[in-house]
């Protein structure tokens, strides 16, 4: 992330890579690079409203198939979108919708599919902060996350989490030095 005049908000840019490997022959090989941009739309005393956007440059390539079939490779754009609500500082509302331009990729035109992610969290004391999410991928079931995390003492963190289909639960713990 790159912080902007705090007039114009932050960029921020960001890559995956995905790739499939067999008997040192690269099967097939996924990449995302992503430009990202938040910014402030509202902000006083107790509450504020961001908002963000990002374009998505997704790529695939495939190898030559064992009789000589070439599948090429295939390039396309998406668009997401995003906002945070911050409600009396300590109550948190966002969403972000993922491929809003509904992206097809390759000969055979497969949909990248949309996802709505939407959530809240609660600040009840300093230091404690619980949440709640649900997932939503067109065409799936909606997925519900919690979490609850804990400062016992300062930079130092107590996680726990919960995730329905597939059900999980999930800890772990975070140590904050200096700004590491």
């Known amino acids: 992330a790159i912080p902007l005049h705090e007039k114009y908000g932050n960029l921020g840019v960001g890559m995956s890579h995905f790739k499939v490997d067999y008997q040192d022959v690269t099967l097939q090989k996924e990449n995302q690079f992503t430009l990202a941009h938040g910014f402030n739309l509202y902000n006083d005393i107790h509450s504020r409203v961001d908002f963000g956007y990002a374009v998505n440059l997704y790529s695939v390539e495939f190898a030559e198939s064992v009789s000589g079939l070439d599948p090429g490779n295939a390039n396309t754009v998406g668009f997401d979108l995003g906002m945070a609500v911050t409600v009396h500082k300590r109550t948190h509302v966002g969403f972000q919708i993922k491929n809003v331009n509904n ?56 996680r726990a989490g919960v995730v329905t289909g597939p059900n999980k639960l999930t800890g772990g713990f975070g140590y904050t030095y200096e700004n590491i």
């Open 103 to 158: 992206p097809m990729i390759g000969l055979d035109q497969e949909e990248l599919r949309k996802r709505l992610v939407a959530g809240i969290s609660y600040e009840p004391y300093d230091g404690v902060t619980t949440s709640f999410e649900f997932n939503n991928e067109l065409g799936e079931d909606v997925q519900y996350r919690g979490g609850l995390e804990m400062f016992l003492v300062e930079g130092f963190a107590l």
